[in-house]
């Protein structure tokens, strides 16, 4: 309870609501403008993704259609790439950038990325980690001698924000990757490619927020232990 009546909680929470909220709208207006422009090509999203992956010798991954707005996104389990409703089957400058972006992703798997490898294996341990940081901290916060679970539950948010920084690089690379494939096989033409590299641009943006908001959080849990050894 305290967690939300604490005054000092807002001081990390409002702006990282804020860095949250501004990278969302952001993302979604960009994607909103380029939606309305048509490339020349014509090719749709879910066209464009199975060309990149056929021209990097991939065969078997899926291109899936998958509801929600900007809900498109590689599953390497699976090994299917699901694209959104204005994705799929949309010829826009956002829809083919969007694609070739999470056929990066799929190029990313297939050529054993480091980083993606790394992320992937984090997965599992910063999903629990995360869910059991703040308990831990609460805990350790309670009790008299309590600085073993302070320490591990610092630690295994710690290791969330280290994810989301590792989560950086795969995003920019998957772009990368997504620009270069689209300007060599010739689906979006000069001009079209600063539309492509802002809508992608505005998608990264979403991954700065959410390191800052995990830093902010961490900031806040480290917060809590100083006033507590401060008392
Ligand atoms: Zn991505």
């Known amino acids: 309870m305290f967690y939300y009546f604490d005054p000092l909680y807002l001081v990390f929470a409002i702006p990282a609501f804020l860095i949250s909220l501004i990278a969302q709208m952001r993302v979604q207006m960009v994607f909103s403008k380029y939606s309305r422009v048509r490339t020349f090509s014509g090719l749709t999203g879910a066209e464009v993704a199975k060309n990149i992956l056929w021209s990097n010798g991939i065969y078997d991954v899926r291109v899936e259609y998958v509801p929600g707005l900007l809900t498109d996104h590689y599953d390497p389990r699976f090994r299917v790439l699901r694209l959104s409703q204005g994705v799929f089957d949309s010829n826009s400058v956002a829809a083919v950038g969007v694609a070739a972006h999470e056929a990066g992703h799929a190029i990313q798997h297939y050529q054993k990325y480091p980083w993606l490898a790394l992320r992937t294996a984090m997965v599992p341990v910063v999903n629990i980690g995360s869910n059991l940081a703040f308990p831990l901290i609460l805990i350790g916060l309670l009790l008299k001698n309590g600085d073993i679970f302070i ?3 610092i630690l295994l948010f710690s290791l969330a924000v ?4 590792i989560t950086l690089p795969v995003e920019l ?3 990368k990757r997504a620009v270069e494939a689209l300007k060599v096989s010739g689906v979006i033409l000069p001009d079209e490619e600063i539309a492509v590299k802002k809508v992608l641009g505005a998608a990264a943006m979403t991954y700065v927020a959410a390191v800052s908001v995990a ?3 961490l900031l806040y849990y480290l917060s809590l232990v100083q006033r507590r050894r401060d008392d």
């Open 173 to 175: 690379n998957a772009s």
């Open 162 to 165: 280290v994810f989301t920084l």
């Open 215 to 217: 830093i902010l959080q």
């Open 151 to 153: 320490n591990l539950g």
